[in-house]
């Protein structure tokens, strides 16, 4: 199957400063990207769906100034949570859709997840 | 509206016992099938899934799922289940369409006790 990472795989920042998340397809064109957040002991939860060159569309309910996500290429998309304050520590997880040599996956594939924390 | 339904928060069977863990869900259009495990801070990992054809399909470590479309439901089985099983399971639901992302359940708690 087609591999998806995600950096850093946990980070802890103060209240108030930024966070950037990086989630990469490393065989495949990731077309489609999907960022989800997990709180303890509960779903995921999708938050935004980008396509690569295009904005990202967010679920109701997310904040997209908050939340900036960037899909500026086929291996590679952002998650930056802006501002960042303690209701924000989650579980954030990528996800990406896309072809690869024996053309379009059916599926998603998912990255490990980053654990973010702020103080 | 989409959706999945897994019933039971939190299940707990004994090593060696059969496992059945239950999933329900509402889709518009041709649906997409997926269980996934998730251990402790760590990330998914799909366990089977199913698109079309066979509606019992195998997966990953002995597991496998029977897709009912009159009954909407895509429940998971394994006949022997390991101490090593112990995780957090989910059923999810998608379309074929590139930019459909997945709709999850809440999850089940399984716990396999000696």
């Known amino acids: 199957g087609a591999v998806v990472s995600q950096h850093p795989s946990w980070v802890i920042c103060k209240s108030g400063t930024s966070v950037k998340i990086e989630c990469r397809s490393l065989?495949?064109?990731?077309?489609?990207m999907f960022w989800y957040r997990q709180f303890p002991k509960q779903s995921l939860m999708l938050m935004a769906t980008s396509n690569e060159g295009s904005k990202a569309t967010y679920e109701q309910g997310v904040e997209k100034d908050k939340f900036l996500i960037n899909h500026a290429s086929l291996t590679l998309s952002t998650l930056t949570v802006t501002s960042a304050h303690p209701e924000d520590s989650s579980f954030y997880i990528c996800s990406a859709k896309g072809r690869g040599a024996g053309g379009y996956f059916d599926e998603q594939f998912f990255g490990p997840g980053t654990r973010l924390t702020v103080l | 509206a989409q959706s999945v339904t897994q019933p039971d928060i939190h299940i707990t069977v004994s090593e060696g016992a059969s496992l059945e863990l239950r999933c329900n869900y509402s889709y518009g259009a041709t649906p997409y099938l997926f269980w996934y495990v998730q251990s402790p801070g760590q990330g998914l990992q799909l366990l089977l899934k199913y698109f079309s054809g066979d509606t019992l399909v195998q997966g990953i470590k002995g597991f496998e799922a029977e897709f009912k479309r009159s009954q909407s439901s895509f429940n998971l089985r394994k006949p022997s289940v390991h101490w090593s099983d112990a995780a957090e399971y989910f059923c999810?639901?998608?379309?074929?369409?590139?930019?459909?992302?997945?709709?999850f359940g809440k999850g089940t708690t399984l716990s396999v006790s000696s």
């Open positions: 999810a639901v998608g379309g074929n369409q590139a930019g459909t992302a997945l709709i």
């Open positions: 065989d495949f064109q990731a077309t489609t």
